[in-house]
């Protein structure tokens, strides 16, 4: 596997708390990205990063944001945790864009009761 | 970015080749074709991609059609850690790879 931790690996949290996913890469890649996995959705786009303190938004942006203030650390935060944002959250990586292959971390299971 | 059709799921017997089929009629002249997969509990995994020619690596070849409207992911002897769902991606100039739902392949010993 491509050099991507993620962490927590699993968290168990209550509504209205906020929540820091932590993604991890020594790989020195460029790109970095926040997907989550919902049965019935495949992998939506959350936030990605083109740089350090260079994100934009994706398709499910609403709720989250994102910190990258260095390369190999990509920071999702849940302001205020809903019961909507219990999902598996992945991280990936790229080198290049435009012709890009991703690698993905291994997941966090976040569950917001 | 083309959306794409896959079939919900396919079954394929150890040591044969699966064929994965993929539909992307709207697909533009500058959109690369993407096969990725994801095997249960794990972030998905890169296989192959294309533009116009076939290609082939050391996990799968990919074969897309003249008019570039489908393709089809070979994996030439499957084995039962092949199980897995196998996503086609269309994707155009946007740093965002979407992904549909997929087609669940079972390899049968």
């Known amino acids: 596997d491509a050099g991507i931790t993620q962490s927590p690996r699993h968290k168990v949290t209550e509504t209205g708390t906020p929540v820091t996913l932590r993604c991890h890469q020594t790989?020195?890649?460029?790109?970095m990205y926040w997907y989550r996995q919902d049965p019935g959705h495949g992998l939506r786009l959350i936030h990605y990063s083109y740089g350090v303190k260079d994100t934009d938004k994706g398709e499910v942006s609403d709720g989250y944001s994102v910190s990258r203030s260095k390369t190999e650390d990509f920071l999702l935060t849940l302001e205020s945790a809903t019961s909507s944002q219990t999902s598996v959250y992945f991280c990936?990586?790229?080198?290049?864009?435009?012709?890009?292959?991703?690698?993905f971390g291994s997941g966090t299971q976040l569950s917001v009761l | 970015d083309a959306k794409t059709t896959q079939p919900t799921s396919m079954d394929c017997a150890e040591g044969r080749a699966a064929n994965l089929p993929c539909n992307h009629s709207?697909?533009?002249?500058?959109?690369?074709v993407y096969w990725y997969r994801q095997i249960h509990s794990q972030g998905p995994q890169y296989i192959i991609h294309g533009l116009k020619n076939n290609e082939t690596n050391e996990m799968a070849s990919l074969i897309i059609t003249e008019d570039r409207k489908s393709s089809t992911l070979i994996l030439p002897h499957a084995t039962l850690r092949d199980t897995a769902v196998y996503y086609c991606?269309?994707?155009?100039?946007?740093?965002?790879?979407?992904f549909g739902s997929g087609t669940q392949l079972t390899v049968l010993p």
């Open positions: 790989e020195n890649h460029r790109y």
């Open positions: 990936a990586i790229s080198e290049t864009v435009g012709d890009e292959k991703l690698f």
């Open positions: 991606i269309v994707r155009g100039s946007a740093r965002q790879l979407t």
């Open positions: 709207t697909i533009s002249g500058n959109e690369y």
